[in-house]
């Protein structure tokens, strides 16, 4: 595929729509940086709120005025594929010679559906932790080698409050969908599974997980957490306040402390999330996947494959992290002058893209979310244990696949 970077004869440029959720950074800014190159496409951002977004994208997509270009957050792709919204692109994605660099674990889950390639791996967030690397140092910790295990991170948080730092730790899994992101790995780091191989059973309910959950409830008996049940605001406040000294968060986390407390940026640290003794560290593997729907033909089907093709490219890629602050999906980005000065921070970014997981891929996910996410706030609130919330949870996710 030629980008089409140069003059096109003087006919009118292909005109094709993108559309996106708008939030905490402006994926727009796609559109701008490859309109600026390209000559013969040209890209209509269309940026819509997380909350009127799909509403508005269905509604579309039963009149037959879909978009050309569809970013989804990757838990919608499962949905979006069984509606008939998106084209599969099998071939085009056998065809890139980079596909081999894509980190594997968003090479099926992230793209596919059922076997078929149904998009492209566009941006990434994923779940780490942020440290004070000033802080650790003050309470005797090595900010080179950040704590890995359960028990670690205790004892760093016990450090940490006996240096005079009364919170140690900013986290919060009151909004749904961060008991996915936050939660979640803690419980893979230990063999767990959300759901079982083939999506018939929630193995919530298992030890893993009850482990995962007593390491939050052990975090917040101590008094080493802030609120976690809290919905007012999300880690990074206290974090960039310096009133804590870690924060669970995600890659944007990145330009959040750098845009608001340069100094902390140039002494803080990240790492993959702690595990349990004898378990793997692991990290949740979110953001946007990118597809073409199936309702754009001819020039404009073959305008957002371009499209596509390009945000996966060295200068799409440097937009992805350099402008918005989220991560790569090939290995190959991670190996530009800006990754490689700030190793410290993008080091665990690279190890957790090799070692994370995708959610789990069933149309009906965003369902299963708030079960687990009212069990753990139970046990936090002290209202249940974690065994029978777990079970509790798991038994209302059966009732979801089964229905």
């Avoid at 003059?7 to 292909?14: F, K, L, Q, R």
């Avoid at 409050?161 to 919060?172: F, K, R």
């Avoid at 803690?186 to 298992?206: K, M, P, R, S, Y």
Wanted: proline share 6%; aromatic share 12%; with cysteine.
């Amino acid at each position: 595929m030629d980008g089409g970077d140069g003059s096109d004869g003087g006919s009118s440029p292909v005109e094709i729509t993108y559309r996106d959720r708008s939030g905490g950074s402006d994926p727009s800014i796609y559109a701008d940086v490859y309109n600026e190159s390209h000559d013969s496409i040209q890209i209509n951002p269309s940026m819509k709120p997380v909350e009127e977004k799909y509403r508005a994208l269905i509604a579309q997509i039963s009149a037959g005025n879909a978009p050309e270009v569809l970013g989804l957050d990757v838990v919608y792709l499962p949905r979006f594929a069984q509606l008939g919204a998106l084209d599969t692109i099998n071939d085009f994605f056998d065809s890139r010679e980079y596909t081999d660099e894509i980190f594997q674990p968003l090479q099926e889950d992230f793209i596919r559906w059922n076997g078929d390639v149904y998009a492209m791996p566009f941006w990434i967030d994923l779940s780490a932790y942020y440290y004070n690397k000033n802080h650790y140092e003050e309470a005797g910790l090595d900010p080179e080698n950040p704590p890995e295990t359960f028990q670690e991170f205790l004892d760093a948080c016990e450090a940490l409050q006996q240096a005079g730092y009364d919170t140690p730790l900013s986290n919060t899994l009151g909004f749904v969908g961060l008991e996915t992101f936050f939660f979640m790995p803690h419980v893979w780091a230990g063999g767990g599974e959300f759901l079982n191989e083939d999506q018939t059973e929630c193995l919530i309910d298992e030890q893993p997980a009850v482990d995962a959950l007593n390491f939050f409830l052990e975090l917040q008996e101590n008094g080493y957490v802030t609120d976690q049940t809290s919905t007012e605001a999300f880690t990074y406040p206290p974090f960039v306040a310096e009133e804590t000294s870690m924060a669970y968060g995600g890659g944007t986390g990145v330009g959040a402390v750098k845009s608001q407390n340069e100094e902390l940026f140039e002494n803080m640290g990240t790492a993959m999330f702690p595990k349990p003794e004898g378990g793997s560290q692991s990290s949740f593997l979110g953001g946007n996947s990118i597809s073409v729907s199936t309702q754009a033909s001819g020039e404009q089907r073959e305008a957002a494959l371009e499209f596509i093709d390009w945000v996966n490219s060295e200068e799409g890629m440097r937009v992805t992290v350099e402008d918005l602050g989220y991560l790569p999906a090939r290995q190959s980005g991670f190996d530009t002058e800006y990754v490689q000065n700030r190793q410290d921070i993008f080091g665990a970014f690279r190890r957790a893209m090799e070692q994370g997981h995708a959610p789990p891929m069933h149309p009906r996910f965003l369902e299963m979310q708030g079960p687990l996410n009212n069990a753990i706030e139970r046990v936090l609130l002290g209202n249940q244990d974690p065994q029978p919330a777990l079970t509790q949870a798991a038994e209302s996710i059966n009732g979801v696949l089964q229905s």
